[in-house]
């Protein structure tokens, strides 16, 4: 199966600063690569798809890149509502499962 | 506009087994599969598996196989996900997701959550 592990874990941040969460797949996936956003008691939002397309009606400050085992997801200005908790998830696998990162939580600096 | 909603909280006990509905409306459910996640108390995301509402076909993650069956009916655009001897460590939330498939498969739209919980 494809392990997928994120990093960090947790970081805190203040409104305005660009945010960089790194997700590593233990084998190449090619681009397929989703992110999730994650708030307390709520369902999973998705934010990006194929590595790098933004889903509709998610704000521009959202970004991913990367492709193979290296993913980045971007937001290039904080804002309040974005404190959350954001996953990476791994669609190329169909035996194995779409296996999600372990998370990394963003809180208020 | 596109709605997944879930049935509502369980209490199990051990051995015992649970089955979650997730009703679909604003769509053509035959154009996409539900996939189920599920998120124990206090940790991240677990993927479970996926039905394709067109055909029937799953995909479960290993670790479930066995216990886990997904199915649709289709003449009333829901989804079920049936989890059988369950145990303390399935206490979680269960979600379901509308899910893309057939290319960069991403799970766009969510349903709320069903709160499973196994306690003797």
């Known amino acids: 199966d494809i392990q997928m592990t994120q990093s960090p874990s947790s970081l805190s941040a203040s409104v305005g600063d660009r945010v960089t969460i790194t997700c590593r797949a233990s084998q190449s996936i090619s681009s397929y690569l989703n992110w999730y956003q994650q708030k307390p008691g709520k369902a999973p939002k998705l934010l990006i798809y194929a590595a790098s397309s933004l889903q509709s009606g998610v704000p521009s400050r959202f970004s991913g890149s990367g492709s193979g085992t290296d993913f980045t997801l971007t937001i290039s200005s904080l804002q309040p509502e974005d404190f959350a908790t954001y996953y990476c998830?791994?669609?190329?696998?169909?035996?194995?499962?779409?296996?999600f990162g372990p998370g990394t939580k963003v809180d208020i600096k | 506009q596109v709605q997944l909603v879930q049935s509502g909280a369980e209490v199990k006990k051990p051995g015992a087994s649970v089955k979650v509905s997730c009703k679909a409306s604003g769509y053509t459910f035959t154009s996409y599969g539900i996939s189920w996640v599920r998120q124990a108390p206090g940790q991240g995301l677990e993927w479970m598996g996926w039905i394709s509402a067109y055909n029937g076909n799953t995909n479960y993650a290993q670790k479930l196989q066995g216990r886990v069956t997904m199915t649709t009916d289709t003449s009333t655009s829901t989804a079920y996900m049936e989890l059988r001897s369950l145990r303390s460590d399935d206490t979680a939330v269960y979600y379901c997701?509308?899910?893309?498939?057939?290319?960069?498969?991403?799970?766009?739209?969510w349903g709320q959550g069903t709160l499973v919980t196994v306690s003797s």
């Open positions: 998830q791994q669609s190329y696998s169909t035996p194995g499962g779409f296996t």
């Open positions: 997701a509308r899910l893309r498939l057939g290319g960069y498969d991403s799970s766009d739209y």
